[in-house]
């Protein structure tokens, strides 16, 4: 009967028995410890979770914002003079129509932006293709959208500020009543908010001029984004509230 004894020891198989050795480390990503390349799916991830947490933060401070200004509305003020209560709220005339040309800015500016968003993703899906030499997927046209989205960004804050100089042109200023502080605060640290995305953009377009990686570009883009929409949500949620809770 035919028997088979091997050339090698078993334990020499992966060292110098021409089988090559498994390699150490890795896991489901499929990257291993020794390389080099960055982990760009990683920060992304990262870069999300750090966004979410800044969502939570900031609608924790409009959530505080909307209670405040919900109870001082229906809170009347001691007057020592006369020893007696009134109320003080006052009535403030919003330029609706300005407010709401800023709104449809900040909408279409929320389209756009998810546009760039999946434009530059599709871009850092296509990087490792485009690589390949020999490989050529044409050349395509793309549109501006992040530009576009910084433009109108930067119209609505311009809108705003126009607002709140029609507010001032009406006699009515962040002291005239507890009504017009509250309509400036909201307003403003929206808008602040806002601008902090807008430099968010800027950076991006930065990067894209000093040709940076493309993967880099996208977990910029990818979180101002989300950021973006959380923003244009937000502002539709003041303007609901300075609307209905008068």
């Not at 750090?50 to 001691?78: D, K, N, Q």
């Not at 311009?158 to 507890?178: D, H």
């Not at 923003?231 to 303007?239: D, P, T």
């Amino acid at each position: 009967m035919a028997t088979y004894v091997p050339n090698s020891p078993v334990s020499q198989l992966g060292g110098g028995g021409g089988v090559p050795r498994p390699p150490k480390g890795g896991g489901d990503d499929g990257r291993y410890p020794d390389s080099n390349l960055p982990d760009y799916s990683g920060r992304l991830r990262r870069a999300r979770l750090g966004l979410i947490c800044a969502i939570a933060t900031v609608s924790m401070v409009f959530v505080s914002l909307t209670s405040a200004y919900v109870v001082r509305r229906g809170l009347p003020t001691f007057d020592d003079s006369s020893r007696t209560y009134f109320r003080d709220w006052g009535s403030v005339q919003l330029p609706w129509l300005l407010l709401a040309i800023n709104t449809v800015l900040l909408l279409i500016s929320s389209l756009t932006m998810e546009k760039a968003r999946r434009n530059i993703a599709r871009s850092a899906a296509l990087a490792p293709v485009r690589s390949i030499p020999g490989i050529s997927l044409g050349d395509e046209k793309t549109f501006p959208w992040l530009s576009v989205t910084v433009v109108l960004g930067f119209g609505f804050l311009i809108g705003q500020w126009m607002a709140w100089g029609e507010l001032r042109a009406r006699g009515f200023f962040v002291n005239t009543n507890p009504d017009s502080s509250f309509i400036y605060l909201l307003t403003a640290a929206h808008a602040v908010h806002l601008a902090g995305g807008v430099m968010a953009l800027l950076w991006a377009g930065t990067t894209s001029l000093l040709h940076r990686p493309i993967e880099g570009q996208r977990i910029v883009v990818d979180v101002t984004a989300w950021y973006w929409h959380f923003m244009a949500l937000l502002w539709i949620y003041i303007f609901a509230l300075l609307a209905f809770v008068r």
